[in-house]
């Protein structure tokens, strides 16, 4: 990527970067619900597994995902409403991009980087379902294997029934967590992948430019 469309991008990206910032009550949730999965997590780990313990965090845990997935529909509201003006017209003067062929070679050049960025987010997306199986699938199953295969002691139906119901409501939390991080979310999320939010955005001004431009 050329240095000018770096530039282009940087100066773009610092003159509408507060849409990204979150309010107070999206982080809030957004501990509740990181706290709600690790509340669960110890309890699972224990040899307690209090059902009341799961149910309550599970909600607690579920009306955090509802609540985030509203504020992200508001923020994606937000960014579709950011229009070419003439200060962002400035900002492709101030560079000397003014025809339609150089906004075209800007237009290339953004698109490539951000199919990198996309590579390298997919990859990521890999590597927190790793994290998911050494931190979760496998102490799981070695659990379940103390259980039935290993341990003296009987496994009676009430515990049996408190293990499953632990384990599906964590599986259910790190299901909202991983929605959250790679889905519907991508605006909230976004505010932490400040480059790829630059050259999107970018991208989308090159298209509202090149309409200005050409009427």
């Not at 982080?27 to 619900?33: A, G, P, R, Y």
């Not at 003006?85 to 075209?104: A, C, G, P, R, Y």
């Not at 790679?182 to 970018?202: A, D, G, M, Q, W």
């Amino acid at each position: 990527m050329s240095d000018k469309s770096y530039a282009v991008s940087k100066d773009i990206f610092n003159k509408y970067k507060n849409i990204y910032w979150l309010d107070i009550w999206t982080i809030l949730l957004i501990l509740i619900l990181f706290i709600s999965i690790l509340i669960n997590f110890i309890n699972f780990y224990t040899d307690y597994h209090f059902i009341s313990i799961y149910i309550v965090f599970f909600l607690v845990s579920t009306f955090s995902f509802v609540g985030i997935y509203f504020k992200s529909k508001t923020y994606k509201k937000k960014l579709e409403q950011y229009k070419i003006d003439d200060e962002m017209s400035n900002v492709f003067k101030t560079h000397n991009i003014k025809t339609e062929k150089q906004l075209l070679i800007l237009k290339e050049e953004v698109e490539n980087e951000l199919r990198e960025i996309d590579k390298s987010l997919s990859l990521h997306k890999k590597r927190v379902g790793k994290l998911f199986l050494y931190l979760f699938w496998i102490p799981s199953g070695f659990l379940f294997a103390y259980y039935f295969n290993v341990s003296n002691e009987k496994l009676k139906f009430n515990d049996l029934i408190e293990i499953v119901t632990g384990f599906l409501v964590i599986f259910t939390q790190l299901f909202f967590l991983y929605t959250i991080i790679f889905s519907f979310i991508n605006p909230l999320i976004n505010t932490f992948v400040n480059e790829r939010n630059r050259y999107r955005k970018t991208l989308d001004y090159i298209y509202d430019y090149l309409y200005h431009i050409n009427n």
